[in-house]
């Protein structure tokens, strides 16, 4: 069968024609806009079948989609979600106005409070310690420098020492100040279970700072760190007792004169014997240490600008062991040897401190 040649291109674009109706899938476009005008990198999503394209930079957008019924979500980190509900049947094509409003939000009032002391917001790396904290944190004996080596940088080898270095530096190259009076701690000791107390009395203190590097001029010239220790000032009386296997403490602390003379005073009492009882040397191990604080302070003139402040502080250490033997055993598995050692004669380390401090503060 033969063809004329209009009836050839008329069959020619009449299946065309038929191929673009039947394969043609809805569209659904559009504009999203602000007040300003057309809005670029909005994602438009349709969350039911997972697809979505973002508008061009005058806020114009084309997304082919399936017929149905379908939400399609506007957002924009800046701008609040719009979600469009739409029915498309067939090949439809779909068109969108969409206007996004500013996503306000509005932040808490915020309160800058000033610090008393005025210098001590102003000094680098202190880190503030709370003093119940330090009370109550577990050590052998309730010891305040047990505290400090939980901070960044602080190392302590030995869990019956009071000593402890920061940052790589000697053990005695550390400042320590209570009420911006220097304490002055003349002896070292060899070995942790000849040490006593640490001259802080946890019972007494009402603020801690500590730092470990920048401080301010005014303070000493050693190079570790600076712990600085401030004693309470009580307007009432009250008072405490702790008693344990290890020692105990107690303190009295109140006001007099309409609370222009307060006062604080503690004592302590320790005593390693049962936990030296437990090491590789057999013996008598005596060790006793006692210690004795105040602090007194009085308020001068007539508005109370002007105080000043007394510290004392007694600390009578006494260590004395009489070794008897040692057994140590050492080797391998295959090969293990045991060392006996017995001793004669004693160990003997006392030492008592004396200090007192004036203070004078307008």
């Not at 109706?21 to 504009?31: E, I, N, S």
């Not at 800046?78 to 969108?96: F, H, K, M, P, W």
């Not at 503030?128 to 939980?150: C, G, H, M, R, W």
């Not at 070292?188 to 730092?211: C, I, K, M, Y």
């Amino acid at each position: 069968m033969k063809l004329s040649l209009f009836t050839f291109l008329f069959l020619f674009f009449f299946i065309c024609t038929s191929f673009s109706v039947f394969g043609q899938r809805p569209v659904v476009q559009g504009l999203v806009k602000t007040d300003a005008g057309g809005l670029a990198d909005v994602s438009v999503f349709v969350p039911e079948l997972g697809s979505g394209t973002v508008t061009d930079s005058s806020g114009f957008f084309i997304l082919p989609i399936a017929p149905g019924s379908f939400i399609i979500n506007f957002r924009h980190v800046n701008y609040q979600l719009i979600s469009r509900q739409i029915t498309i049947n067939g090949a439809d094509t779909v068109e969108l106005l969409v206007t996004l409003e500013e996503n306000v939000r509005y932040l808490d009032q915020v309160q800058i409070v000033g610090d008393k002391n005025g210098d001590a917001r102003l000094q680098p790396g202190i880190i503030k310690i709370d003093p119940e904290t330090a009370k109550y944190q577990p050590s052998a004996f309730n010891d305040f420098t047990s505290i400090l080596v939980t901070l960044p940088g602080v190392i302590s080898n030995n869990e019956l020492s009071s000593s402890y270095s920061v940052r790589g530096g000697n053990f005695d190259e550390n400042l320590v100040y209570v009420n911006d009076i220097p304490v002055y701690r003349p002896f070292l000791v060899r070995a942790g279970q000849q040490e006593g107390l640490s001259f802080v009395n946890p019972d007494l203190v009402s603020d801690v700072s500590f730092s470990s590097g920048g401080w301010q001029p005014k303070y000493g010239d050693k190079l570790s760190s600076n712990l600085n220790v401030t004693y309470k000032k009580p307007s009432k009386t009250a008072g405490s007792v702790t008693v344990g296997l290890l020692g105990g403490g107690t303190h009295l602390e109140g006001s007099a004169l309409k609370n222009r003379l307060s006062y604080v005073i503690g004592a302590r009492y320790k005593t390693s014997q049962y936990l030296l009882n437990t090491l590789e040397t057999n013996g008598q191990y005596l060790p006793r240490f006692v210690d004795i604080q105040a602090y007194i302070n009085y308020k001068l003139g007539k508005q109370n600008k002007t105080e000043l402040g007394l510290l004392l502080s007694y600390a009578n250490n006494r260590y004395l062991v009489r070794p008897e033997d040692r057994t140590t055993t050492f080797g391998t598995l295959d090969e293990p040897f045991r060392l006996f050692i017995a001793y004669l004669g004693q160990e003997t380390l006392t030492y008592n401190t004396l200090q007192s401090g004036l203070k004078l503060s307008h």
